[in-house]
């Protein structure tokens, strides 16, 4: 596996903070994106001491030579921390990169019992399409990590943003501690509340 290291921005003059924006602007379909202001008001939030907001964690991935070559969002929280958003440079793919990223996070979330992942539904796009081949290679890579699939729960993404249709998913955990399979539903259901909805 390559070795990355994490470098949060935690701070709203943070040169890296237009790169990061960009790149999830860029790099995820618009229905999956929370809005710009989002993370702005999220930074001004963490500075003004809310706790709340620096359990949410942005962060660019370098290599061993301090290269940029990805990006995080992830949520530590109880009973499950929160994968939102892993990114690699696309010239960077396929070379373990994505999975480091993964396992910095899983390192920096071991106070949970899990980590939850959203994940698109392969079901609910055109077979034999680019967009369905992805969306069964990104569960794969997951599945390759620890984390399990929880084919029985149809979560509604919503981003916040009102020009953009909720999106359904799937729902991923990577239980950091035995759990049986309906330990990992209930504690997803738990988690994501009345956005999961069967
Ligand atoms: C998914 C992603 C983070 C993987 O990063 P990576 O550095 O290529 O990952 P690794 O080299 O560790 O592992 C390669 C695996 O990643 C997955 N992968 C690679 N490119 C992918 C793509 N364009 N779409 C979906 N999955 C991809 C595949 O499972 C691949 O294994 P496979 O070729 O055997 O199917 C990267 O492709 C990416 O940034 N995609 C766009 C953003 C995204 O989909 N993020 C995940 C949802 S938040």
Redesign the pocket.
């Known amino acids: 596996?390559?070795s990355v290291s994490l470098r949060e921005i935690t701070e709203l003059t943070d040169p890296r903070l237009p790169d990061f924006l960009d790149a999830i602007a860029t790099?995820?379909p618009a229905d999956?994106q929370m809005p710009p202001g989002y993370y702005l008001r999220l930074l001004a939030r963490r500075a003004a001491g809310d706790p709340a907001a620096a359990a949410m964690h942005l962060a660019t991935a370098h290599d061993d030579a301090a290269r940029w070559v990805?990006l995080t969002m992830w949520e530590e929280s109880e009973p499950l921390s929160c994968?939102?958003?892993?990114?690699?440079?696309?010239s960077?793919?396929?070379?373990?990169?994505?999975?480091?990223?993964?396992q910095a996070v899983v390192a920096r979330c071991q106070a949970s019992r899990g980590l939850i992942?959203?994940?698109?539904r392969p079901d609910f796009l055109a077979p034999n399409s680019p967009a369905c081949a992805?969306?069964k290679?990104?569960?794969?890579?997951y599945q390759?990590q620890g984390a399990v699939l929880l084919p029985d729960l149809v979560y509604r993404q919503s981003c916040g943003r009102d020009d953009q249709p909720a999106r359904l998913m799937y729902l991923m955990v990577h239980p950091f501690q035995p759990l049986t399979p309906a330990d990992l539903e209930q504690a997803a259901r738990d988690h994501m509340g009345e956005d999961v909805l069967s």
């Open positions: 596996m390559s790099g995820f999956e990805g994968l939102w958003y892993l990114w690699v440079a696309p960077e793919r396929n070379r373990g990169i994505g999975a480091a990223i993964y992942i959203e994940v698109e992805f969306a290679r990104r569960i794969g890579f390759r």
